[in-house]
Protein backbone atom coordinates (compact mmCIF):
# COMPACT_ATOMS: atom_id res chain seq x y z
CA UNK A 1 0.00 0.00 0.00
CA UNK A 2 2.98 2.11 -0.92
CA UNK A 3 2.64 5.62 -3.57
CA UNK A 4 6.39 5.28 -5.16
CA UNK A 5 7.46 8.20 -7.17
CA UNK A 6 6.80 6.23 -10.41
CA UNK A 7 3.14 5.79 -9.85
CA UNK A 8 0.75 7.99 -11.66
CA UNK A 9 -0.56 9.83 -8.52
CA UNK A 10 2.49 10.70 -6.35
CA UNK A 11 2.81 14.85 -6.51
CA UNK A 12 5.58 16.08 -8.60
CA UNK A 13 7.09 19.13 -9.45
CA UNK A 14 4.91 20.89 -12.49
CA UNK A 15 1.58 19.22 -11.41
CA UNK A 16 -1.29 21.11 -10.92
CA UNK A 17 -2.96 21.98 -7.41
CA UNK A 18 -6.38 23.54 -7.30
CA UNK A 19 -6.02 25.62 -3.99
CA UNK A 20 -9.90 25.45 -2.26
CA UNK A 21 -11.68 26.84 0.33
CA UNK A 22 -14.00 24.84 2.19
CA UNK A 23 -14.53 25.73 5.58
CA UNK A 24 -13.66 28.92 6.78
CA UNK A 25 -12.60 32.73 5.27
CA UNK A 26 -8.98 32.81 5.04
CA UNK A 27 -6.12 35.52 5.87
CA UNK A 28 -5.74 36.66 2.21
CA UNK A 29 -2.14 37.56 2.17
CA UNK A 30 -1.52 33.76 4.58
CA UNK A 31 -3.46 32.46 1.76
CA UNK A 32 -1.36 33.94 -0.87
CA UNK A 33 2.03 33.16 0.36
CA UNK A 34 1.18 29.38 0.58
CA UNK A 35 -0.20 29.52 -2.58
CA UNK A 36 3.43 31.15 -3.65
CA UNK A 37 4.92 28.67 -1.54
CA UNK A 38 3.18 26.15 -3.84
CA UNK A 39 4.35 27.35 -6.88
CA UNK A 40 7.72 27.77 -5.53
CA UNK A 41 8.16 23.60 -5.20
CA UNK A 42 7.31 24.09 -9.16
CA UNK A 43 3.54 23.39 -9.24
CA UNK A 44 0.70 24.81 -10.89
CA UNK A 45 -1.92 26.70 -8.97
CA UNK A 46 -5.15 26.51 -9.64
CA UNK A 47 -7.66 28.93 -8.34
CA UNK A 48 -10.47 31.18 -8.21
CA UNK A 49 -8.77 34.61 -7.95
CA UNK A 50 -12.12 35.71 -5.96
CA UNK A 51 -12.40 32.76 -3.56
CA UNK A 52 -10.21 34.43 -1.28
CA UNK A 53 -12.68 37.60 -0.99
CA UNK A 54 -15.59 35.29 -0.17
CA UNK A 55 -17.21 35.85 3.06
CA UNK A 56 -20.88 34.84 4.29
CA UNK A 57 -20.51 35.04 8.18
CA UNK A 58 -17.59 32.64 9.58
CA UNK A 59 -17.83 31.12 6.17
CA UNK A 60 -15.45 31.35 2.62
CA UNK A 61 -18.46 31.67 1.09
CA UNK A 62 -22.10 30.73 0.44
CA UNK A 63 -22.56 26.20 0.53
CA UNK A 64 -22.69 26.67 -2.95
CA UNK A 65 -19.87 28.69 -3.35
CA UNK A 66 -17.42 26.40 -1.43
CA UNK A 67 -19.25 23.15 -2.54
CA UNK A 68 -19.12 23.92 -6.10
CA UNK A 69 -15.01 25.07 -5.87
CA UNK A 70 -14.16 22.05 -4.25
CA UNK A 71 -16.37 19.48 -6.59
CA UNK A 72 -14.65 21.47 -9.60
CA UNK A 73 -11.35 20.82 -8.22
CA UNK A 74 -11.93 17.20 -7.11
CA UNK A 75 -13.93 16.20 -10.46
CA UNK A 76 -10.69 17.83 -13.07
CA UNK A 77 -8.63 15.86 -14.76
CA UNK A 78 -5.69 18.23 -14.43
CA UNK A 79 -5.53 18.62 -11.02
CA UNK A 80 -3.71 16.00 -9.32
CA UNK A 81 -4.05 17.25 -5.65
CA UNK A 82 -6.62 19.66 -3.83
CA UNK A 83 -4.98 21.41 -1.02
CA UNK A 84 -7.41 23.28 1.16
CA UNK A 85 -7.00 26.62 2.11
CA UNK A 86 -7.99 27.47 5.87
CA UNK A 87 -10.08 25.38 8.44
CA UNK A 88 -12.53 27.21 11.17
CA UNK A 89 -15.92 25.78 9.91
CA UNK A 90 -17.86 24.90 7.54
CA UNK A 91 -17.22 21.60 5.46
CA UNK A 92 -19.94 19.50 7.34
CA UNK A 93 -22.06 21.86 5.33
CA UNK A 94 -21.14 20.06 2.36
CA UNK A 95 -20.72 16.88 3.14
CA UNK A 96 -23.03 14.80 1.43
CA UNK A 97 -22.50 16.21 -1.92
CA UNK A 98 -18.78 15.94 -1.67
CA UNK A 99 -19.62 12.28 -1.05
CA UNK A 100 -21.38 12.09 -4.33
CA UNK A 101 -18.12 13.68 -6.37
CA UNK A 102 -16.02 11.35 -4.63
CA UNK A 103 -18.11 8.20 -5.24
CA UNK A 104 -18.43 9.53 -9.07
CA UNK A 105 -14.56 10.43 -9.62
CA UNK A 106 -11.30 9.18 -9.65
CA UNK A 107 -9.58 9.06 -6.90
CA UNK A 108 -7.50 12.50 -6.15
CA UNK A 109 -4.96 13.48 -2.80
CA UNK A 110 -6.56 16.00 -0.41
CA UNK A 111 -4.63 18.23 2.00
CA UNK A 112 -5.40 19.79 4.83
CA UNK A 113 -6.23 19.55 8.39
CA UNK A 114 -8.64 20.99 11.06
CA UNK A 115 -11.71 21.48 9.74
CA UNK A 116 -10.85 19.18 6.72
CA UNK A 117 -10.97 16.43 9.34
CA UNK A 118 -14.47 16.25 7.83
CA UNK A 119 -14.13 15.90 4.03
CA UNK A 120 -11.36 13.48 5.20
CA UNK A 121 -13.53 10.92 6.62
CA UNK A 122 -15.74 11.41 3.78
CA UNK A 123 -12.49 10.56 1.58
CA UNK A 124 -11.89 7.38 4.32
CA UNK A 125 -15.35 6.01 3.95
CA UNK A 126 -14.45 5.08 -0.08
CA UNK A 127 -10.74 4.15 1.72
CA UNK A 128 -9.48 6.96 -0.26
CA UNK A 129 -6.13 8.02 2.05
CA UNK A 130 -5.70 12.25 2.76
CA UNK A 131 -2.75 13.76 3.65
CA UNK A 132 -3.37 16.05 7.41
CA UNK A 133 -1.14 18.49 6.88
CA UNK A 134 -0.21 22.26 7.44
CA UNK A 135 -2.41 24.54 5.28
CA UNK A 136 -2.60 27.29 2.86
CA UNK A 137 -3.18 29.65 5.08
CA UNK A 138 -0.03 28.12 7.44
CA UNK A 139 2.66 26.42 4.77
CA UNK A 140 4.57 28.90 4.41
CA UNK A 141 5.44 29.81 7.92
CA UNK A 142 5.94 26.21 8.89
CA UNK A 143 10.19 25.17 9.04
CA UNK A 144 11.76 24.05 6.75
CA UNK A 145 11.76 20.45 7.53
CA UNK A 146 7.76 19.94 8.01
CA UNK A 147 7.48 21.31 5.12
CA UNK A 148 9.86 18.99 3.23
CA UNK A 149 8.57 16.13 5.10
CA UNK A 150 4.77 16.94 3.93
CA UNK A 151 6.53 17.04 0.21
CA UNK A 152 8.37 13.78 0.92
CA UNK A 153 5.20 11.96 1.72
CA UNK A 154 2.90 13.63 -1.04
CA UNK A 155 5.73 12.12 -3.41
CA UNK A 156 5.19 8.80 -2.58
CA UNK A 157 9.08 8.49 -1.87
CA UNK A 158 8.27 5.05 0.24
CA UNK A 159 11.13 5.62 3.01
CA UNK A 160 9.67 4.82 6.77
CA UNK A 161 9.51 8.28 8.59
CA UNK A 162 8.97 8.77 11.64
CA UNK A 163 6.68 11.07 14.24
CA UNK A 164 7.76 11.57 18.12
CA UNK A 165 6.24 12.67 21.11
CA UNK A 166 7.53 13.67 24.53
CA UNK A 167 5.46 11.83 26.98
CA UNK A 168 4.08 8.07 27.70
CA UNK A 169 0.52 8.11 28.73
CA UNK A 170 0.27 4.15 28.74
CA UNK A 171 2.77 2.20 28.07
CA UNK A 172 3.08 -0.88 25.16
CA UNK A 173 2.88 -1.55 21.36
CA UNK A 174 0.17 -1.31 18.64
CA UNK A 175 0.24 -1.41 14.61
CA UNK A 176 -2.66 -0.50 12.81
CA UNK A 177 -3.90 2.63 10.05
CA UNK A 178 -3.55 6.22 11.36
CA UNK A 179 -7.22 7.25 11.84
CA UNK A 180 -8.03 10.93 13.29
CA UNK A 181 -7.46 14.12 13.47
CA UNK A 182 -9.40 17.47 15.06
CA UNK A 183 -10.93 15.84 18.47
CA UNK A 184 -13.86 18.28 17.93
CA UNK A 185 -14.93 17.15 14.21
CA UNK A 186 -14.62 13.60 15.23
CA UNK A 187 -17.10 13.89 17.77
CA UNK A 188 -19.09 15.75 15.81
CA UNK A 189 -18.96 13.35 13.44
CA UNK A 190 -20.66 10.67 15.89
CA UNK A 191 -23.69 9.35 14.30
CA UNK A 192 -23.20 10.69 10.77
CA UNK A 193 -22.27 8.15 8.21
CA UNK A 194 -18.89 9.26 7.51
CA UNK A 195 -17.39 8.70 11.42
CA UNK A 196 -14.53 6.24 10.57
CA UNK A 197 -14.48 2.92 12.12
CA UNK A 198 -11.57 3.08 14.40
CA UNK A 199 -11.76 -1.00 15.58
CA UNK A 200 -7.38 -1.63 15.09
CA UNK A 201 -6.93 2.17 14.49
CA UNK A 202 -4.22 3.85 15.68
CA UNK A 203 -6.07 7.21 16.70
CA UNK A 204 -4.24 10.13 16.35
CA UNK A 205 -5.91 13.71 17.50
CA UNK A 206 -5.52 17.23 18.33
CA UNK A 207 -7.55 20.24 18.65
CA UNK A 208 -7.40 24.39 19.46
CA UNK A 209 -9.17 26.50 21.95
CA UNK A 210 -10.78 24.10 23.89
CA UNK A 211 -11.06 24.27 27.32
CA UNK A 212 -10.19 21.04 29.42
CA UNK A 213 -13.97 20.54 30.25
CA UNK A 214 -15.32 20.31 26.66
CA UNK A 215 -12.48 18.26 25.98
CA UNK A 216 -13.65 15.99 28.19
CA UNK A 217 -16.99 16.50 26.53
CA UNK A 218 -15.82 15.53 23.35
CA UNK A 219 -13.80 12.11 24.52
CA UNK A 220 -16.81 11.08 26.36
CA UNK A 221 -19.61 11.30 23.34
CA UNK A 222 -16.34 9.04 21.53
CA UNK A 223 -16.40 6.72 24.44
CA UNK A 224 -20.15 6.27 24.90
CA UNK A 225 -20.89 6.14 21.22
CA UNK A 226 -18.58 2.81 21.05
CA UNK A 227 -16.31 4.23 18.94
CA UNK A 228 -12.99 3.57 20.84
CA UNK A 229 -14.06 0.14 21.95
CA UNK A 230 -11.48 -1.47 19.96
CA UNK A 231 -8.75 1.46 18.80
CA UNK A 232 -5.30 -0.08 18.88
CA UNK A 233 -3.80 2.61 20.44
CA UNK A 234 -4.04 6.37 20.65
CA UNK A 235 -1.48 9.63 19.61
CA UNK A 236 -2.22 13.07 20.88
CA UNK A 237 -0.55 15.94 19.19
CA UNK A 238 -1.02 19.46 19.69
CA UNK A 239 -3.55 20.77 22.24
CA UNK A 240 -3.40 24.06 21.31
CA UNK A 241 -4.84 27.06 23.76
CA UNK A 242 -6.33 24.09 25.48
CA UNK A 243 -5.73 24.64 29.25
CA UNK A 244 -7.80 26.38 32.16
CA UNK A 245 -6.36 28.93 34.70
CA UNK A 246 -5.51 25.69 37.03
CA UNK A 247 -5.62 22.60 34.90
CA UNK A 248 -4.29 21.61 31.33
CA UNK A 249 -6.28 20.12 28.61
CA UNK A 250 -3.14 17.10 28.19
CA UNK A 251 -4.05 15.98 31.86
CA UNK A 252 -7.40 15.58 31.67
CA UNK A 253 -7.34 14.18 28.36
CA UNK A 254 -4.57 11.67 29.70
CA UNK A 255 -6.39 10.68 32.35
CA UNK A 256 -9.67 9.83 30.32
CA UNK A 257 -7.04 7.80 27.64
CA UNK A 258 -5.72 5.90 30.08
CA UNK A 259 -9.04 4.04 31.06
CA UNK A 260 -9.35 2.59 27.87
CA UNK A 261 -6.09 0.89 28.53
CA UNK A 262 -4.53 0.98 25.42
CA UNK A 263 -0.98 2.48 24.25
CA UNK A 264 -0.94 5.98 24.00
CA UNK A 265 1.55 8.46 24.16
CA UNK A 266 1.05 12.81 23.51
CA UNK A 267 3.66 15.63 22.88
CA UNK A 268 3.56 14.66 18.63
CA UNK A 269 4.28 17.85 16.75
CA UNK A 270 1.24 17.71 14.27
CA UNK A 271 -1.58 20.04 14.88
CA UNK A 272 -2.66 23.99 15.21
CA UNK A 273 1.00 25.33 15.69
CA UNK A 274 4.42 24.91 14.43
CA UNK A 275 5.81 22.32 13.12
CA UNK A 276 2.75 20.31 12.47
CA UNK A 277 4.33 17.46 10.74
CA UNK A 278 2.49 15.83 8.00
CA UNK A 279 0.17 12.93 8.86
CA UNK A 280 -0.87 10.53 6.25
CA UNK A 281 -4.09 9.64 7.04
CA UNK A 282 -4.69 5.47 6.70
CA UNK A 283 -1.18 4.93 6.51
CA UNK A 284 -0.16 1.45 7.84
CA UNK A 285 2.13 2.76 11.18
CA UNK A 286 4.14 1.01 14.51
CA UNK A 287 3.42 2.48 17.49
CA UNK A 288 5.75 2.37 20.18
CA UNK A 289 3.95 4.07 23.66
CA UNK A 290 6.64 3.57 25.92
CA UNK A 291 9.28 5.11 23.17
CA UNK A 292 6.92 7.82 22.39
CA UNK A 293 7.21 7.53 18.13
CA UNK A 294 5.34 6.36 15.30
CA UNK A 295 6.48 4.76 12.33
CA UNK A 296 5.13 5.32 9.20
CA UNK A 297 5.26 1.94 7.38
CA UNK A 298 3.39 2.72 4.09
CA UNK A 299 2.95 5.98 2.58
CA UNK A 300 0.10 8.05 1.56
CA UNK A 301 -1.99 6.57 -1.08
CA UNK A 302 -4.92 7.33 -3.35
Not at 167 to 184: D, K
Request: hydrophobic letters at 45%; aromatic letters at 6%.
Amino acid sequence: MIARPDTPWALRSGDTVAAVLPSGPPDVEKFAAGCRWLEAQGFKVRLDPAAAQRKQRYLAGTRQERLDELVRAYKDPEVRAVYCGRGGYGAMHILDAFAEAVAASPPKLVIGFSDVTALGCVLWKHKIPWLHAPLLTTIAQEPPETQQHLLAIAAGDGRRRALHGTAMIRGGAAQGELIGGSLSLLSALCGTPYMPSLAGAVLFIEDVGERPYRLDRMWMQLVLSGALTHVAGVVVGHLTKCDAEDHKGIDVLSELIAALGVPAASGFQFGHEAPNYAVPFGARCSFDANGQVVVIEDEIVV
